[in-house]
């Protein structure tokens, strides 16, 4: 199996053909002389911000949220930079349909994209804002710094009351009365419909949570910190590596991948945890997938499949 074609080129029209059916990702740019071309599968005269979030219907219907605030979307044969009418950097990306998109970012930016343009909304957050998660368009949660957490009720963003004080970096949930969320001080929050309550502490610093029900719930983080929550406790599980892991994303729970810094990408089977050979040695941000179609993004714009 093979991730990409390596290209040393100049001035050509490139297209990069992943052997998965997903996407075939075309770039068009002169590269002037003795320019490596290797995974990248944007133009190269883009910037190189960092990609830090991404959302998608289906593989021909993906968005991408960055530093600068770069957005970028894929229609299933092209991708382009969106007008995100802000410089601010974008931390994460959601959706509840393609004209219903949010992203959140520094400074307590949201911004809403109604199918034709993006627009900052108002909202009650004082600080950056990192993570957003959803189940409809009526029920939206965000998380960011200093313990905040946001509610969106289909109409207006609210504070919600939470024990905490910490940055909060993920937050996911199986439903409007089963949400996690994990923070930079190694503590784990809950959210039961009713109140936000402090479920676990002591851990090194988590970056992400996802989970395929409320008993099978991954968490990831410093130094290759992966957590397992059983539906009762949270439990160590063994790390191939001791890489930060900033990414976590799975089609079921014997199928779960976690991704971070200098390219890592793990595999877990039901099993083990292994290490998978990474092309590219870029810090790698988020994943999302569709049962086996899988995209990575990272800094320096790096957009790559598994």
């Known amino acids: 199996m093979y991730y990409f074609q390596r290209i040393h080129t100049t001035g050509i029209c490139i297209s990069l053909l992943f052997l998965l059916p997903l996407l075939a990702l075309s770039a068009c740019t002169d590269l002037g002389p003795d320019v490596e071309r290797t995974q990248s599968v944007i133009p190269e005269n883009w910037p190189r911000e960092g990609l830090n979030g991404i959302w998608a219907t289906s593989g021909n219907n993906v968005f991408v949220a960055g530093t600068a605030g770069t957005i970028l979307h894929y229609n299933g044969s092209d991708w382009k930079q969106m007008n995100s009418n802000t410089s601010t950097d974008l931390n994460d990306i959601w959706g509840s349909s393609s004209d219903n998109i949010f992203a959140v970012g520094k400074d307590a930016v949201i911004l809403h994209y109604n199918g034709s343009d993006w627009s900052e909304v108002e909202n009650p957050a004082s600080g950056n804002l990192n993570s957003i998660w959803g189940i409809s368009a009526e029920i939206i949660y965000a998380a960011g710094s200093d313990g905040e ?30 949400i996690f969320s994990v923070s930079a001080a190694g503590t784990i929050l809950h959210y039961s419909g009713t109140e936000w309550k402090e479920i676990a502490s002591g851990k090194p610093p988590l970056y992400t949570v996802w989970g395929s029900s409320p008993s099978d719930v991954f968490a990831a983080g410093s130094a290759g910190t992966i957590l397992f929550y059983d539906g009762e406790e949270w439990l160590p599980m063994f790390s191939p590596n001791n890489k930060g892991l900033y990414g976590i994303w799975g089609s079921s729970k014997n199928n779960v991948y976690a991704v971070g810094t200098n390219g890592t990408i793990l595999h877990f089977d039901g099993s083990d945890w292994r290490q998978k050979k990474s092309p590219v040695t870029q810090n790698l941000n988020a994943i999302w997938g569709l049962r086996d179609d899988i995209l990575i993004v990272g800094e320096f714009s790096t957009i790559f499949q598994p």
């Not at 009720?153 to 949930?173: A, F, K, Q, V, Y």
Request: glycine share 10%; aromatic share 10%.
């Open 149 to 178: 957490i946001l509610q969106f009720n289909g109409s207006e963003w609210r504070m919600m009351e939470t024990p905490s004080d910490d940055r909060l970096n993920s937050i996911w949930g199986t439903s409007g009365v089963n």
